[in-house]
T-cell receptor, first 117, second 114 residues
Framework: AQTVTQSQPEMSVQEAETVTLSCTYD???????LFWYKQPPSRQMILVIR??????QNATENRFSVNFQKAAKSFSLKISDSQLGDTAMYFC??????????????FGKGTLLTVNP | KAGVTQTPRYLIKTRGQQVTLSCSPI?????VSWYQQTPGQGLQFLFE???????NKGNFPGRFSGRQFSNSRSEMNVSTLELGDSALYLC?????????????FGQGTRLTVV
């Protein structure tokens, strides 16, 4: 079974600064996908960024980028130029790429990020 | 394009009762997944449906069940409610399930069991 670990329950950052959220995972699969989701106080989960394990290049979406270290099974999220609206719970998630019967996301426990003015 | 709609948003039930939650996916999406979110256990996968067929199921007791209709709308049912069933229940829809299509989440149904 896959597991996802987020070792930082809470983090804070000053507006306009950069912050990195950590995530490690454990799997025996070679084909899989990794995601970062954001859950603001409204409770709606929003996809921030995704990474295909077979791609060596780290994914980037505007101010959000990842550092994907496949051998170390590490998938950290870097948020640049932090904004007040980035305040939310961030979840790292895993999905096997086997297809067929594995259409589920396995989530970490989350990191509560607070951006201070 | 309308997003994923979950109804009701809030629900209070008594132990022993049953409850039905509804999820209307984004138009054209055929995959619907359900997740339970609690402070203690975090986000846990319940089940996933595609074209009215359950393709995957999480480790929940048989009291938790679901179904999907021909219009892709999905319902989940919890029978004989327990206090521990109090949670936020999230529904996600995607075009085909898996990682090819992005999963869009609804705002959830907050269930409180008293």
């Amino acid at each position: 079974a896959q597991t996802v670990t987020q070792s930082q329950p809470e983090m804070s950052v000053q507006e306009a600064e950069t912050v990195t959220l950590s995530c490690t995972y454990d799997t025996s699969e070679s084909n899989y996908y990794l995601f970062w989701y954001k859950q603001p106080p409204s409770r709606q989960m929003i996809l921030v960024i995704r990474q295909e394990a077979y791609k060596q290049q780290n994914a980037t979406e505007n101010r959000f980028s990842v550092n994907f270290q496949k051998a170390a099974k590490s998938f950290s999220l870097k948020i640049s130029d932090s904004q007040l609206g980035d305040t939310a719970m961030y979840f790292c998630a895993f999905m096997t790429g086997s297809g067929g019967s594995n259409y589920k996301l396995t989530f970490g426990k989350g990191t509560l990020l607070t951006v201070n003015p | 394009k309308a997003g994923v709609t979950q109804t009701p948003r809030y629900l209070i039930k008594t132990r022993g009762q049953q409850v039905t939650l509804s999820c209307s996916p984004i138009s054209g999406h055929r995959s619907v997944s359900w997740y339970q979110q609690t402070p203690g256990q975090g986000l846990q996968f319940l089940f996933e449906y595609f074209s009215e067929t359950q393709r995957n199921k999480g480790n929940f007791p048989g009291r938790f069940s679901g179904r999907q209709f021909s219009n892709s709308r999905s319902e989940m049912n919890v029978s004989t409610l327990e206090l521990g069933d109090s949670a936020l229940y999230l529904c996600a829809s995607s075009s085909g399930g898996g990682a090819d299509g992005e999963a869009f989440f609804g705002q959830g149904t907050r269930l409180t069991v008293v």
